[in-house]
């Protein structure tokens, strides 16, 4: 992909070359290739005149840009954006099923449907009529989006996220095992359920990007993104999917909590890949600087690593990078030990083990403030501290600690692609973090410690498979 020259632009990431990007879609497995689209404004970077972009991989590292998909259609059902969907194999035809919206939506989209005429995926038809042109009635729907359809009990289904009048959000549940008809099946889950209140809080008015997956244990996973009129975090719980019996679906929902403990990490979307078996995850990471600088450099918003998601026993979450991410590293790796700083690159890949309390510098300011990564193995604690560099969004750079269990040695891996930084600390707890280095930063790495390891790698352009 053409990339910005911006210091701070990602080079290993999926992003369109310029321009407004936001939630990625439709992540697709197609003829030998992984497949993602994403929202794009191709005009500007700002959240406008929503498309689709596209990109493609043969081994998830390796990402070519494919421009747009799918286009708002004047007087269309998506006159005005083709937003956040997903795509599925409909008895061999690629279908991308989306939120289109109109120029009087009001927070309220149609379910609209696109086909692939290539096996590139390349073009699409997008058909003039919706399958779904609004919320079900009587339900006080006022937020309705999002669509993500999936298999269970022999069936296809489809998850809509919702919010309603009262200030209650929702996912809504379709029967649409013909695509071309889609039938209301009830609320998979609302905010008023004890174990989402737990997990999710009680300040979204609505859920945005519903995603569900099934795990190697056979249990479930719904992850949702949480709205409040602005995006706020995402979430998800493990439980498992009932059949109701007039035909419905109910999630009875365990344990849960937040998907990305970072403040920049929103909208994610899944991808069950059957060939691979794997659940693999996005989600889309927004801008921390000012608007006049993004304006300055002409684009906005990445897409984080794949991350491959499952849970553990107790049902909580396990997270970590796509194996296929070992292909962006150089040949030689570095090592760190206690004592002398060495220089960083732009883009790395850094591997952290600790028998007792150490820390990592990986930024140091002028003022000799440092970024740093704190693991204390005996409490169990992951903690990033980049208060030194402050963030246009209005809530605060105080340190963000990641829990792990106690015990003797303590992994973190940490993926910087410039401005985008990428924390996970065990297999237990993500965190997706933008970090803007300012002319005066030095970029080297520190460790202090008695008993930690580090081998990092500066990340090279792949060769394609």
Known sequence: MSRSTDAHSPRFRVRPPANWMNDPNGPFRWGGRHHLFYQHNPDAPVHANVHWGHASSPDLAHWDDHGIALRPTPGGPD??????????DDGGVPTAVYSGIDHDHQG?????LAVAEDDGLQEWKQLPVPVVVGPPPGLDVTMFRDPFVFRFAGRRWALVGAGHADGTPSVLVYDCEDLYAWRFAGVLLDGRDA???????????????????????GDWVLAV?????DPLSTAYLTGHLVEEGDGGLRFVAGTGGLLDLGRDFYAPAVLQDTESGRALLWGWSWESRPREEVDHVGWSGVLTAPRVVDTHEDGTLRVVPAAELELLRAALPFTAAPGPHRPLPLSYDLLVTARSAATVSLLRAASGAELTVRLDPASGAVTLDRT???RSRPDGTAPLVLPTPPGETLTVRILVDGSLLELFAADRAMATERVYQRDDDVAELAVSGTDVEVTGWALVPPIPA
């Open 108 to 112: 309220l989209s149609a379910i609209c």
């Open 225 to 229: 993104a949480l709205w409040d009129g």
């Open 79 to 88: 006159e005005a954006g083709c937003w956040s969907g997903c795509v599925v």
């Open 388 to 390: 030194a560099w402050p």
């Open 195 to 217: 174990a989402a209140a737990r997990a999710f809080g009680t300040r979204a008015i609505g859920w945005e990007c519903p995603q569900m997956w099934e795990t190697a244990g």
